[in-house]
């Protein structure tokens, strides 16, 4: 197995290219995609400040890194959603790398800081533990990038992920969501942009970066998460990718460039409804969005600026912040 580029010995095969790299040549090809994926889809501009959302797993870790050597100023963000050892293990991951390169890593904890854990949680709003996690994370992302004024926020979600992502959706025929599936969400109303610069690496590969490069992550899945319908969805395309390499790609890009238009009038229509949460300012078809009413459910605390009003009381973030809405696909 030789190095496509130099055609020294090769140290992983990347199928759906139809090539194999040496470590050097993976390196950049690596960096050559995520480079294309910002640029391709203008999910980053120069100067600008970014937050990485950084969960101690291979993914969020490789896109900080690459976004760092790449010259970006971006700062980690870590949740602790305490979810027993294995948050805590995920935060130590975190720390160990942000420290060894020199990095600045915000934390915010769900119980020191919000009163709640997952699972307290996910029983209390009688949603499933990833779907209370999902409304807890979005929320936060964004509050942490407007609390630390950055441009745009970063997440680590792969093409494996998207994918699984968009055969759910399909599935389903869930043409809302459908229409927000993009690997940018446009900053709105005083909310940062969403971007997730890894859509043109595999799961494989972001695994591989990490390995090569000496990035130590937790390899443990979440343990909310096992069973569940996504982790499904990933199977099911494993199995068609190892018989036909490169329809995962196809499936998602071709998604992007042929039918996801066809779908966002739909999403827009539902943007329209919303309107800020009395409390928090999030938009929300309601009064108060899903993310005060899981807190409040779930007996926990929002944090001094972030309390519910008294009843009547003039809602003065009206129209101020305006993040994801309530319902977004996982
Ligand atoms: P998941 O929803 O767990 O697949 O994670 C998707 C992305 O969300 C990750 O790649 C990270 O960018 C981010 N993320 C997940 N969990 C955390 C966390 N505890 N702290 C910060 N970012 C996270
Ligand atoms: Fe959110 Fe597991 S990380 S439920
Ligand atoms: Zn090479
Ligand atoms: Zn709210």
Redesign the pocket.
């Known amino acids: 197995m030789k190095c496509r580029v130099c055609r020294e010995p090769a140290v992983i095969d990347v199928r759906r290219q139809n090539a194999n790299y040496c470590v050097a040549h993976f390196f950049r090809m690596c960096r050559d995609q995520v480079a294309k994926a910002v640029e391709q889809f203008g999910m980053i501009a120069p100067g600008e400040r970014v937050l990485v959302a950084v969960s101690g797993g291979k993914d969020s870790l490789a896109v900080w890194d690459l976004l760092v050597d790449a010259g970006y100023d971006a700062d980690g963000l870590y949740l602790g959603?305490g979810?027993g050892d294995y948050s805590d293990e995920s935060g130590a991951y975190v720390r160990r790398y942000a420290k060894a390169r020199g990095l600045t890593l915000t934390e915010v904890d769900l119980p020191d800081d919000y009163g709640y854990d997952?699972q307290t949680g996910s029983r209390a709003a009688r949603r499933a533990?990833?779907s209370a996690?999902?409304l807890s994370?979005r929320h936060l992302f964004d509050k942490a990038a407007i609390d630390g004024g950055y441009d745009v926020v970063v997440t680590g979600h792969n093409l494996d992920d998207e994918a699984a992502v968009l055969f759910g959706n399909v599935l389903r025929w869930q043409t809302g969501y459908l229409g927000r599936q993009l690997p940018v969400l446009p900053a709105r109303h005083g909310f940062p942009r969403k971007v997730k610069p890894l859509v043109r690496l595999s799961e494989r590969e972001t695994a591989a970066y990490c390995v090569l490069k000496g990035i130590d992550y937790i390899v443990d899945e979440?343990p909310?998460?096992k069973g569940n319908r996504h982790l499904g969805y990933k199977e099911a395309l494993n199995a068609i990718e190892a018989t036909s390499p490169g329809t995962k790609f196809d499936f998602y890009f071709g998604f992007l460039a042929r039918a996801s238009a066809a779908f966002q009038a739909e999403a827009e229509a539902e943007q329209e409804g919303l309107r800020p949460c009395r409390s928090c300012g999030a938009p929300t078809p309601g009064e108060i969005c899903a993310f005060c009413r899981l807190v409040e459910r779930a007996g926990g605390t929002l944090p001094p600026g972030e309390e519910p009003p008294a009843a009547g009381a003039v809602p003065v973030t009206l129209g101020a912040r305006l993040p994801s809405p309530d319902a977004v696909s996982p």
């Open positions: 959603l979810i997952i533990p990833c996690c999902g994370k979440c909310m998460a």
